[in-house]
């Protein structure tokens, strides 16, 4: 089964970093790039490109809230019209980076806040994947499974890969547990193993809660800026390919 591997990239600015993206990009198969607005910078862009071209990575665009001091995880009020072109926005400035040199965006994954808002909202997700399509109709959508994100994506002709994150807690309805709360991020590279092992073996995940639930995913996520993030991107990819999987980009899953 061929399983790709994603982590969101190039999150910091200037000489600031939150984890080794030369490194991690040797391990993941498809790249989720900042576009400048919750982090990221020109030049930081143009890097991460330039090294997931080198390691065969997919290049997908990270467009997030403008909000650096809260790194995009905090909700803002924004209407439709400004949270459409601030998708836009972000999604052209990777485009035009990625194709000086000689790279197209494979996907589009939201941040945080900007893509817990548009789940929430058919209407405004319905809208963004309208102008998604318009810009690029072959962009994969990556959403977690059955979120209002997907729905529309499917519903404009957009192809989705549906993600299961290693390293976020589920509750009973299948929703990540809030950040905020005890627990809700996994860190240790045991428990990513077996989360990992069990959702390739079995198609579930044991919730916060003790109960299991099926998920419907062919991507892993770590995310960058969880501790030991190199080192749980890595477990992640030896399971799968000790589970007989095959860790390629987005692109090969849904080909």
Do not use: W
């Not at 909202?121 to 499974?145: G, Y």
């Amino acid at each position: 089964m061929k399983i790709d591997v994603n982590s969101d990239m190039g999150e910091g600015f200037g000489v600031y970093k939150v984890c080794d993206d030369e490194k991690l990009m040797e391990v993941v198969s498809s790249a989720n790039i900042a576009c400048g607005f919750h982090a990221g910078d020109p030049e930081m862009m143009a890097r991460m490109v330039r090294l997931a071209k080198q390691n065969g990575v997919g290049v997908g665009a990270h467009p997030g809230l403008a909000d650096r001091l809260g790194f995009g995880r905090r909700e803002i009020p924004v209407d439709a019209e400004e949270m459409e072109q601030q998708v836009l926005y972000q999604l052209g400035a990777l485009s035009a980076i990625a194709r000086a040199q000689d790279v197209s965006l494979s996907h589009i994954s939201f941040h945080a806040a900007m893509g817990n808002m548009i789940n929430r909202d058919a209407a405004l997700a319905e809208r963004i994947m309208k102008k998604i399509k318009a810009v690029d109709p072959d962009l994969i959508v990556f959403s977690m499974p059955d979120m209002l994100i997907e729905k529309a994506a499917l519903d404009c002709g957009l192809k989705v890969l549906n993600l299961f994150l290693a390293d976020r807690a589920y509750d009973v309805k299948g929703q990540l547990v809030p950040r905020k709360l005890p627990n809700s991020v996994i860190k240790e590279e045991g428990k990513v193993r077996a989360r990992v092992r069990q959702f390739l073996e079995k198609g579930t995940v044991t919730t916060i809660e003790g109960e299991t639930i099926p998920v419907r995913a062919r991507s892993i996520l770590v995310h960058s800026d969880t501790p030991g993030s190199l080192e749980l991107a890595r477990t992640v990819r030896s399971e799968v390919e000790a589970c007989g999987g095959s860790v390629v980009p987005a692109r090969e899953v849904v080909a």
